[in-house]
């Protein structure tokens, strides 16, 4: 027998086990020297016919390139992409990357499934997962994972007749437009002891994409006059198709402590009895209507909606030639931070540009999504003068008033100065300053006739100077008209990539720092080729920036051969440099072949 009070306290223990037992489950692994990892995340492990389940794979690399992965072909399930995000930092020349993809896998049959290991390597450098097992069954409930806190405050409305355990799914806004956050409120009321964890089944969201708020709370709340212990589970969901979209109904198992009264009421020892009772309880399905965004979006809108604002900065208003100047732009606002597009930041004048960082921030609090998104260009002038960085724009969608918006920030001006550290010129003092006058002359000098007339050499000496000024005029003309001329700005910098960074490169092999060698070559051949094909391949990862050659007319076979010298100077990269360093050279000169190739190919 076990008295009220114990039952109460064991379903308090319950209920809070029941929470973090049901959490989802998270697989990593890193390789040996922590320099590549993968974390493998199933939101259940257990779905109905027809349910579906959520995997989140997040890729983290040191190297110059994220590792790829491909997600095995299970029979019985089908699985697609639902999204993908990147982040990207340079920090004292390490190069840090990561990537976070979502899939969606839909059960088409019954039985238990297993997604193998996900492994990813660069060299010999590898980090795998484990297998993760789940069940597809008629029968079967999954869990659910409770990821939010109890709001007591909207407490909901119970069923008729004060039943003892309920279960509530609403949304705050039956209406929105696309992209606005709406947020999903699953509630579990229970006036009763709980004596096993509940099994909780999500409701279905196909047709959003959805974002946890936190960790749970539970509490207690009065309904209609009734004490209910509650826990509240909230999502943030962002619809990504419009019309009206069904959130399907969620459902718990749970097994409650039903006290019942002895026979014999005479009897001394007559303690009440405590039964398991299982009770098994469905939510109604929620509609929600979705709207398209109004015409009228301004030049630049890349589908944010939300209520966002832009800050831009330079860390300098003062330069020199061959340095860079980094210009600082962040987003931060509430709505999808995730998926804001980073804003287009140019220069007016000719320099040098690539992305050096971005990030993504997301904060999660009082129910809402908020955050920032950050990027970091570089420009690299190669001649003094100055820079105008034209005004940055970024436009959204305010669902809250209707209406599109935009903020654009100033043009900005930045002096570049001579790059050597040579003398700067200074004018010169007064006359006092640099000494005493000279003296008068003791005595007249020798006399004789003055004329106007111009001497007979200075006619000749005339024709000289203006033959000199026009060669001189001609030879800055046609040095100006080659600076502007695009082909030949191309050929001076894959010049100064197969001089320079490769001598670079090459003397960082000969020190043993091979891995730093072929950092350096990889990027000096990402930049070359950009330049050949006339392609912008700042930040890009190497699969993209390939894709973006094929676009510029790059050849198959040519493709092929850039993508095995990156993987050769990838692996170099990642191996022990003992191992590495007669490869490293013949890596080294293979890329300076393809530049004086380019090279020759843009004259």
């Known amino acids: 027998m076990i008295g009220r009070r114990s039952v109460a306290l064991l379903a308090s223990v319950v209920v809070v086990a029941a929470i973090v037992a049901n959490a989802s489950r998270a697989i990593a692994g890193s ?28 890729v983290r690399s040191t190297g110059l390139q994220l590792p790829s992965f491909e997600i095995p072909r299970i029979p019985g399930v089908a699985a697609a992409p639902a999204g993908r995000a ?100 699953l509630r579990l009321y229970s006036r009763v002891e709980m004596v096993e964890q509940p099994d909780l089944k999500p409701p279905s969201t196909s047709g959003f994409w959805s974002e946890s708020l936190g960790p749970p709370r539970s509490g207690r709340v009065t309904i209609n006059g009734i004490p209910y212990a509650a826990v509240e589970v909230l999502t943030a969901l962002f619809p990504t198709r419009t019309g009206p979209l069904t959130i399907g109904p969620a459902q718990v198992r749970c097994v409650i402590a039903r006290v019942t009264t002895p026979p014999d009421p005479w009897s001394a020892l007559a303690f009440p009895e405590v039964k398991p009772e299982e009770l098994r309880l469905s939510s109604d399905p929620v509609t929600v209507t979705v709207d398209p965004l109004p015409p009228g979006a301004p030049p630049g809108f890349q589908g944010a909606v939300g209520d966002f604002a832009l800050a831009l900065r330079v860390d300098r208003k003062v330069g020199r030639a061959g340095e860079p100047v980094t210009v600082h732009a962040v987003v931060k606002g509430e709505g999808n931070i ?74 900005i001006r930045v002096e570049i100065r001579q790059g050597d550290a040579g003398a700067v010129g200074v004018s010169p003092g007064p006359l006092a300053a640099r000494g005493a006058p000279a003296a008068s002359r003791s005595r007249s000098g ?46 001076e910098r894959l010049t100064e990539l197969e001089t320079r960074q490769i001598a670079r490169a090459h003397a960082l092999a000969k020190s043993g720092d091979t891995a730093s060698a072929a950092g350096l070559t990889a990027d000096a051949l990402h930049s070359g080729m950009g330049h050949r094909y006339g392609a912008d391949l700042a930040g890009l990862p190497r699969r993209e920036a390939l894709d973006r050659l094929r676009e510029r007319g790059a050849g198959e076979s040519e493709l092929a051969a850039l993508a095995a010298l990156f993987e050769s100077l990838e692996r170099i990269a990642y191996a022990p440099p003992e191992s590495r360093r007669a490869d490293v050279g013949r890596a080294i000169d293979a890329a300076g072949a393809k530049l004086a190739q380019y090279r020759k190919e843009s004259s």
């Open 338 to 411: 995730s998926s804001v597009r980073d804003p287009d930041i140019r220069a007016a004048t000719p320099v040098r540009q690539y992305v050096s960082g971005s990030s993504t921030r997301v904060e999660r609090k009082e129910g809402r999504i908020t955050g920032e998104r950050a990027l970091d260009v570089s420009l690299v002038p190669d001649q003094p003068g100055a820079i105008t960085i034209l005004p940055v724009r970024f436009s959204w969608f305010d669902p809250e008033v209707g209406r599109y918006r935009s903020q654009s920030s100033d043009t």
């Open 86 to 185: 990147e982040n990207f930092s340079m920090v004292n020349g390490r190069i840090e990357r990561s990537a976070t993809v979502v899939y969606r896998f839909l059960a088409q049959a019954e039985g238990r499934f297993t997604i193998p290991a996900i492994t990813v390597g660069a060299g010999g450098d590898q980090a795998s997962t484990d297998p993760l097992n789940f069940i597809v069954s008629r029968s079967i409930e999954p869990g659910l994972s409770p990821r939010a806190g109890l709001d007591s405050r909207t407490p909901g409305r119970a069923p008729p007749g004060a039943p003892e355990v309920f279960l509530k799914v609403d949304v705050d806004k039956p209406r929105v437009y696309w992209n606005q956050q709406v947020l999903l409120r």
């Open 446 to 491: 020798p006399i004789g006739e003055l004329t106007l007339d111009q001497p007979p050499a200075i006619a000749a000496i005339a024709a000289v100077s203006l033959a000199g000024y026009g060669f001189a005029l001609a030879l800055a003309l046609v040095r100006e008209r080659r600076a502007r001329d695009p082909r030949h700005a191309r050929r």
């Open 31 to 58: 390789s040996p020297s922590g320099s590549v990892s993968i974390e493998a995340t199933l939101d259940r492990d257990s779905l109905p016919l027809g349910g579906e389940a959520t995997l989140t794979i997040v």
